[in-house]
């Protein structure tokens, strides 16, 4: 009776874990599309934009300064962008808040995060 009911209790544990990792991996995804489409011909595929949107002061994602200001500022770092993605930047980066969901922004920012 109790390896039965050990058994239950794994069998939904190692289900619900499955089930948060598509969720993720979905999330991810979607973002990652999202990126391509709607980032990437400024920002580059990787985060690293052309020399002439480079040469403007455009930041480059998956830098070891990017890294550090995630892992030291990391809440205040993705608040940043996340406010950037919604609003825009001035006349370079246009405003994506009728584009995108509140979820969807926060999951390119974690997209951006792993670039």
Known sequence: MIQTKNFIIYSLLFLSA???????????????RNWLENCAACHGQEGNPPSAWADKGMRKFGTMGMSMGFFFGGDKMRAGIARTIREGKGALMPSFKDKFSDQEITDLVKYIEEL
């Open 18 to 32: 499955c089930s948060s990792a598509t969720v993720k991996s979905e999330a991810r995804s979607a973002a990652a």
